[in-house]
Nanobody, 120 residues
Framework: QVSLVESGGGLVQPGGSLRLSCVAS????????MNWYRQAPGKERELVAI????????NYADSVKGRFTISRDNAKNTVYLQMNSLKPEDTAVYYC?????????????WGQGTQVTVSS
């Protein structure tokens, strides 16, 4: 059974930093890319960052480029999101996600989310 468990959210002042973690289990972690999404109140869920299965390639939403860094530790089945220079508009629930497509179906898994609030 696939499980994704996020942690590390909280309240932080503008300009501050947080590091989110997502521990994965129930699938071959080293085989799949991992994603971080976020959803702010009243807004659609948006893709924040992607990392390939090896960790060699990453990609970011324009809104977080230069401030957020996605990384993974395949020995610990964990993906991270380091968030620096946080802004009030980064306030959202952050979700860990992985998905893969087979011939017969799409597998799409989500964590429960962790709240990040940026406020003075």
């Amino acid at each position: 059974q696939v499980s994704l468990v996020e942690s590390g959210g909280g309240l932080v002042q503008p300009g501050g930093s947080l590091r989110l973690s997502c521990v994965a289990s129930g699938f071959t972690f080293t085989s799949y890319a991992m994603n971080w999404y976020r959803q702010a109140p009243g807004k659609e869920r948006e893709l924040v960052a992607i990392i390939t299965n090896t960790g060699r390639s990453t990609n970011y939403a324009d809104s977080v480029k230069g401030r957020f860094t996605i990384s993974r530790d395949n020995a610990k089945n964990t993906v991270y999101l380091q968030m620096n220079s946080l802004k009030p508009e980064d306030t959202a629930v952050y979700y860990c996600n992985t998905r893969w497509q087979t011939v017969v179906r799409l597998y799409d898994y989500w964590g429960q989310g962790t709240q990040v609030t940026v406020s003075s």
